[in-house]
């Protein structure tokens, strides 16, 4: 079945977007007060980091000294990272300052 | 009069003349009848006139009036109109009632040879006359010298004619839309140049953005040569001396120097107005009143202040909160709504109704930016905010057909149903964008009075003494906003729900994500592609097609986009380690999907969490001094089939906002005071459905129904229509049997350790 799996793939793949294009196509009113903050020394101590993959924006990034590094800037504002977090208090998420943040045209 | 003569026709309403009226005049040698109201007025107006006929008359039929003018006109040789509104609508009246050609849209005109211009002026024709003729005269293609003497003016009266074949009533007069009105006749102008356009921006969009600011202001937009040359705005918007005359009461240059070739065409404004970078530009110099600034930064503002534009952004705010750094310690409020999505709209709109003062804020820069949802709203439930809101809610399709579907990674089962009954008022499901849809609730809201404060969050909730909520502060400088209620509709991450105590702080076994593209196709593509047409549409929910977690997808048709994404358990989505990005991707290469989005573009991409514990799992709706709506309340329907939310929050919007008010009425606004709230919506669809509908959410994301279901139905309906001759048909009892037995057995489908195919 895995062959099979492959040539869908091939036929009927879209031409690829990456990441970068997919977040270009979303408009954000960056703010200078990050709304987002992340206590890496409690994230050493966490063995999922589930917010790595599922953040739908890829905001969060493991370092190699097993804490993470976060962005704040492309933000749906949607949540998901302090749900899915295991450890309280890691993630410190707040809406960004009125007006600022992202601005959906097509949601 | 004799036959080599020419003479012009010119209607006037109120005295006005026409635009070209004088160029028709000047061109039939200074002879004219001006016809129509204050005929007498317009005809001394005329520069280029020596003897004129002025008949007053109504307007009316043009029939008639062609039959009236007949003893006047019939012995020119041509009779000449300006091709403005009324002149056209004469002129082949005039045609058929002399029995003469018509010939349109002439730049020079004689007895013996009229000279057309075609294809915007870049073609000219010359046809020999060898009779009498009709023609229409192209504004701006000669202009008017005046002539030294005064005109004589002989008003005439003339007897209304016997019947004439044609409508015998006229058609309706309507105002002029300033956007579309002719230049020469605007009496406000915005001019735009090329200095209103940034480097690398979208000189189109700026300058729809004046026609807009032009619009609001009752005043017409138009342009420089150089703007319409680069095509950002139509050729007939174009004013000076290679394009339209103007001769406004009040011009507004933005970003325009003024070279001889654009003022000599403006005219002699009785104000002019110039807003550039350059104090010394032509067209400030002769500007009243010189603003330098940089144009579109000017216009924008402009926007912002009149509430028009893309950008509808603190449109209403009190005038105490525009002030930088001013306290508004002072604004009181009987509400405060936070959010203006569909429930904070729709509660605002009640307490605006009931004359009270209420505040809506709203955190984005207009209501809808923040928001995303599948893509269908069931209106039924606008009923109660407007009569027949059909026919103004900006829908983008209507459902006409929804299709369930059933999928394992290479098969589908779909159960689809039509019915054009959902294509007509009162409909059923539309399409729209959250952007438009929310903005035009809120101007609901806004029209009956509630007062809407965009780019503003709401911090935190203000409590007096005995701890019961007052207000909210916000992130305005000293921004207290008081009253004695407060009605949180600040969406699935409510954080006034959370300070209130009502909500936990993270849950995430009952929230669901859920991801979406917007993805570009031609309107005839989607209309072929999904079999729908006109402004129709299709919704298909699908099952089994988000791989080991559990969830669903959607695809929605727009007008020219569709909606496609997926739903996704939060607590699965952990587990995964998949990405959101790609469990889409897997979605839009199934065979089932794949060719209905070939080719399409991604115009969005945008993620936001759903509230699917369902009734079981909503928080208190009420508490001391505040009730919660909407998402923030966990009010979205989440059931297989049903997947419903914004219908939700209106009906729970308007509960809460009519309970608000009788609250207020009462001046009881505590706990007890406001428990009418959950009666309320225990007597309407809002917590009915919910209720019965309890089970639903658990039912939906189990193993059984992510899984197992489809692949049962998939594998006994492809065995059913599999034709294995020599063997014969097996019967449907023992092929269920079979494919049940097979299903059940093997390792149990647990969504984490599911392999794919």
């Known amino acids: 079945m895995a062959s099979l799996d492959d040539e869908l793939v091939a036929t009927d793949r879209y031409p690829p977007v990456s990441f970068e294009e997919r977040m270009g196509t979303v408009e954000f009113r960056v703010s200078e007060r990050p709304h987002i903050t992340v206590d890496s020394d409690v994230c050493r101590s966490c063995t999922t980091k589930a917010c790595v993959h599922a953040c739908p924006a890829k905001l969060f990034v493991p370092t190699s000294d097993g804490g993470i590094l976060f962005n704040y800037e492309q933000c749906f504002e949607c949540g998901t990272c302090y749900m899915v977090c295991n450890e309280a208090g890691a993630i410190t998420w707040t809406y960004p300052d009125g007006g600022d943040g992202v601005v959906f045209r097509h949601g | 009069m004799t036959p080599r003569d020419l003479i012009a026709v010119i209607v006037t309403r109120g005295g006005t003349l026409p635009t070209g009226a004088d160029e028709a005049v000047a061109e039939a040698g200074g002879a004219a009848v001006v016809v129509g109201t204050g005929s007498e007025d317009a005809a001394r107006a005329l520069v280029s006139a020596r003897t004129v006929t002025a008949v007053e008359t109504e307007p009316g039929v043009p029939g008639r ?31 058929v009632e002399l029995d003469r050609p018509l010939f349109a849209w002439a730049a020079r005109c004689s007895p013996s040879e009229v000279e057309l211009v075609r294809l915007d002026h870049r073609l000219s024709i010359r046809v020999g006359l060898d009779g009498p003729a009709v023609a229409t005269l192209a504004p701006g293609a000669r202009g008017a010298e005046p002539v030294q003497e005064p005109s004589s003016v002989l008003p005439r009266t003339l007897n209304a004619p016997k019947e004439r074949p044609g409508p015998d009533e006229p058609g309706k007069t309507l105002p002029a839309d300033p956007a579309t009105v002719d230049l020469g006749e605007a009496r406000r102008i915005l001019g735009g140049g090329a200095g209103l356009v940034p480097p690398d921006e979208s000189g189109a969009q700026m300058m729809e953005l004046l026609g807009d600011v032009a619009r609001a202001l009752d005043a017409s937009a138009g342009a420089t040569r150089v703007v319409t040359d680069a095509g950002w705005m139509d050729y ?19 970003g325009i120097s003024g070279a001889a070739q654009h003022t000599g065409g403006l005219g002699a404004p009785h104000h002019v107005v110039s807003v550039n970078t350059d104090p010394s530009c032509p067209m400030t110099a002769m500007a009243d009143l010189g603003i330098v600034a940089d144009a579109p930064a000017v216009l ?30 002072n604004e009181r409020f009987d509400a405060v709504v936070v959010g203006a999505g569909p429930a904070g709209s729709a509660a605002a709109l009640e307490l605006a109704r009931a004359g009270r003062r209420v505040a809506l804020l709203e955190r984005g820069p207009f209501p ?61 499901g539309m399409t729209t964008y959250r952007a438009d849809f929310d903005s035009w609730l809120a101007g609901k809201a806004e029209q009956a009075g509630a007062e809407l404060i965009t780019s503003t969050l709401a911090t935190e909730l203000l409590r007096g003494g005995d701890g019961a909520i007052t207000g909210v502060r916000t992130d305005r400088p000293d921004g207290e906003l008081h009253a004695p209620l407060v009605i949180a509709c600040d969406g699935v991450n409510s954080f006034l729900a959370k300070s209130a105590g009502l909500l936990p702080e993270a849950d995430a076994d009952h929230h669901t994500l859920g991801v979406k593209e917007t993805l570009s196709l031609p309107r005839e593509t989607i209309d072929e592609r999904f079999a729908v047409s006109g402004d129709e549409g299709l919704d298909i929910e699908m099952v089994g097609c988000t791989g080991p977690i559990a969830g669903g997808g959607f695809l929605y048709t727009n007008r020219e986009t569709v909606s496609v994404g997926v739903v996704l358990s939060l607590t699965d989505l952990a587990a995964s380690g998949r990405r959101p990005e790609d469990l889409i ?31 079981d799992h909503m928080p208190e709706l009420a508490t001391e001094g505040m009730l919660v709506a909407g998402d923030a309340a966990g009010m979205c329907l989440a059931a297989g089939i049903w997947l419903e939310g914004v219908n939700f929050a209106i009906g729970s919007g308007l509960a809460a906002g009519r309970t608000a008010a009788e609250a207020l009425e009462r001046g009881d606004t505590s706990a007890a005071g406001l ?7 225990s007597e309407s669809f809002v917590l009915a459905d919910h209720k019965r509908l309890r089970r639903a959410p658990g039912f939906v994301l189990s193993p059984r129904v992510q899984h197992r279901y489809p692949e049962l139905v998939c594998d006994l309906v492809q065995e059913l229509f599999t034709v294995r001759n020599p063997k014969p048909k097996p019967r449907l009892g023992g092929l269920l049997r079979r494919t049940a037995r097979t299903k059940a057995s093997g390792s149990p489908t647990s969504p984490a350790t599911r392999s794919r195919g």
């Open chain 2, 300 to 329: 924008r503002e402009l926007a912002r202040r009149l509430g028009v534009g893309h950008e509808k952004e603190r449109r209403t705010v009190p005038a105490a909160l525009l002030e930088r750094g001013s306290t508004v310690a």
């Open chain 2, 675 to 681: 428990a009418r709230y959950r009666k309320r919506l």
């Open chain 2, 585 to 615: 991707a897997d979605l839009k290469a199934h065979p089932s999907i794949a060719p209905l989005l070939r080719g399409a573009e991604l115009k969005e991409y945008s993620a936001h969490l759903i509230p699917e514990g369902g009734y």
């Open chain 2, 368 to 428: 809808g930016s923040k928001n995303v949802y599948g893509g269908v709203v069931y209106g039924r439930i606008l009923d109660e905010v407007v009569p027949q809101w059909w026919r103004e809610v900006p829908v983008q399709r209507w459902i006409t057909r929804r299709s369930t579907m059933m999928m394992t990674p290479t098969q589908s089962v779909s159960f689809d149903v039509r019915s054009q009954a959902w294509g007509g008022p009162p409909y059923n």
């Open chain 2, 236 to 254: 007939s918007r174009q004013i000076g001396t290679t394009g339209v005359v103007v001769d406004p009461d009040l011009y507004i240059a933005f």
């Open chain 2, 65 to 95: 009036l062609a039959a009236m003018l007949r003893p006047l006109i019939e012995a020119a040789a041509v009779v000449l109109l300006p091709a403005s509104p009324d002149g056209r609508d004469l002129a082949p009246l005039l045609a």
